[in-house]
Structure formats: C-alpha cells, structure tokens
C-alpha cells in the first residue's frame, strides 16, 4: 500500500484542491490538485518507485478535477469516489454471493497458488469475512460521504476520503491477513493428511 509515502500521495491532492479552493477559487483548486498530482508522478518516477500507482492515482485526481469543472462546484472533485465505493462494495458482495470472494480470488491469483482454496469451506468462509470486510470499507465510505456531499460539507468530505481512505483500508487488509494464513494453514493440513494417507495405503500389505 506504500506505507506512509502512500498515505501522503494520496492524501496531497485532496489537501492541495481544499485550501487552494477555500482561498483563491475553484479554478485553482483544481489546478492545484492536478499539479501536485503531476508532481508525485514525477517524484516516483525519479526515485523509481511503483509506475502503476503514480498513473493510476494521476488519473483519479484529473476525473475528480473534471467533474468539479463540469459541475461548478467544489463538492463535486468528490462524486467519483463516492459512487466507485458503491461499485466496489455491490462487487465484493457479489462475489461472495456466486462463491468467489474477491479477496480469496485475487490474492491467489496473484500468488499463483491455483483455486485449491474454493474446494475447502473453511478455507472459503475466510474468504468470504475477508471480503465482507472489504465491502464493508467501501460500504461506509459511500454511506458517510455521500451524507456529507449532500449536506455541502466539502471540508468534511475531504477529511472523511482521507481518513477513511488507506487506514480504514488497512483495517480491512488486517483481516484478509488472518483470512490467508488460516487459508493457508487449512490447506498445508489437508495436504499433508492426504499424503499420509496415500503413504499408508502403499505401504498396506
């Protein structure tokens, strides 16, 4: 997640956009956002950090930065991040509704591990609380922010997406954690059961 650098990329744009807007207008917030977007972009590049995080979070500030000029108002650089927390939540819920939970899903993947962990119910139900806790995340990011969106409290909006952005993630990263070493430990257990039991067999007479 990058850690404390982490925190501060994605945290500067926000900051940048919200006192820029509170003291010189909405027009130079949203070039303040895009030019200290630009900035950590360059900054990762020259100290080779991660690339795909630096674009990634350059594009969300120019989508955010454009529905605020469409809209004309400041409470709008939040809207897309409200509504993709919606997304996000209805899609881990779904996930675990067809008995693929995303966390146990990507994080195999990624690991190149196979999909032995699905054939296990224990293994599964991690998997499902670790993704119930993710959507759990984006559910109330898109619950509280949007109350505040609504009641124009764009000071407040740009307190709760930081705060409730990377450390409430992480909270829920905790559990994905404890879901992938009780996966993890289930399987290695299984394994070595069932390669007793063929060693056994074979040395049956």
Known sequence: MGGVSGLLYS???????????AFFGLKAGIWSALG?????????IVRREPLQPAISGFFGVAIA?????RTGSA????????????????????????????????WNLLNGTGTAWRAD????????????????VFGARFIVQRWLYEADYTGWLAFAKI??????YGLALLV????????????????????YQVTGSASSP
């Open 11 to 21: 945290s500067l744009p926000v900051v940048v956009f919200v006192l820029a807007n």
């Open 36 to 44: 200290s977007a630009v900035a950590i972009t360059v900054l990762r």
């Open 65 to 69: 930065a454009f529905i605020a000029f």
């Open 75 to 106: 409470k709008g650089f939040f809207l897309f991040g409200i509504w993709a927390s919606l997304v996000y939540c209805a899609v881990f819920v779904v996930s675990i509704l067809v008995r693929w939970p995303l966390a146990g899903l990507v």
């Open 121 to 136: 119910k224990r293994s599964r139900y991690g998997y499902d609380v670790a993704t119930l806790a993710l959507a759990a």
């Open 163 to 168: 705060a409730m952005g990377y450390p409430l």
């Open 176 to 195: 994905v954690v404890w879901a992938v070493r009780r996966s993890d430990k289930r399987l290695k257990e299984l394994d070595e059961a069932g390669a």
